[in-house]
């Protein structure tokens, strides 16, 4: 009887924490669906992130609109682009329609991070080096949350503006109807769980 009664108590248990757990991950989809990107072209530093698809493309096509507003003095940073990746490489993704003047004269390369946590380090470096009090960070939309909490962890003290991308291959709001796009956003939910309990903890 004890047991049965134990065995009630654990099922009920797991079916709560399972409704919980999914209340939590679709409020999580919402939040990256509520963001509005930035875009008052106030700052001339920016940060792309590398990692997802296009990243890097996307991210760089909105300087074609911020550089109307006649600034000259850029400050990029591409973070995460691995060993091997050079100025040239940059050359041959973006095209022949991209400015190789802006490549060659603001654009710096982070070839040592290789995740976030990563990223946001080598970030910081790149901004006390060149005395960056606030910049643009430019990331997927999925990708935002938690790189602007690793982010907001090591430059507390800096201006972050968040511009995301919105990702070709997957309809975030349509998240049910493909695996794949529940899988995405179901993997970096855990990412920004374990993110957010090593920054409360360990930090």
Avoid at 7 to 25: D, G, V
Avoid at 31 to 52: A, H, M, Q, R
Avoid at 137 to 165: G, V
Wanted: with cysteine; net charge positive.
């Amino acid at each position: 009887m004890l047991f049965r009664i134990f065995k009630i108590f654990f099922i009920l248990f797991m079916m709560s924490t399972f409704i919980l757990f999914f209340i939590k991950l679709n409020n999580f989809k919402e939040n990256i669906l509520s963001f509005t990107k930035y875009n008052k072209k106030e700052s001339p530093n920016i940060v792309i992130l590398t990692g997802g698809t296009n990243r890097i493309k996307d991210g760089l096509k909105i300087i074609k609109d911020f550089r109307k507003s006649k600034k000259s003095n850029y400050k990029i940073l591409v973070s995460g682009t691995g060993i091997g990746f050079s100025k040239n490489s940059l050359k041959n993704q973006l095209g022949s329609n991209f400015d190789p003047k802006l490549i060659q004269c603001c654009i710096d390369l982070d070839k040592v991070s290789k995740n976030t946590i990563t990223n946001a380090s080598e970030t910081f470096k790149w901004t006390q080096k060149n005395d960056i009090k606030e910049f643009i960070l430019i990331t997927s939309n999925y990708h935002m949350p938690r790189a602007y909490l690793e982010f907001k962890n090591i430059m507390p003290n800096l201006k972050i503006h968040k511009y995301e991308i919105t990702p070709k291959n997957h309809d975030i709001e349509n998240w049910l109807n493909s695996y794949q796009t529940f899988g995405l956003v179901f993997t970096e939910y855990c990412k920004y769980i374990v993110a957010s309990l090593r920054i409360k903890f360990f930090s």
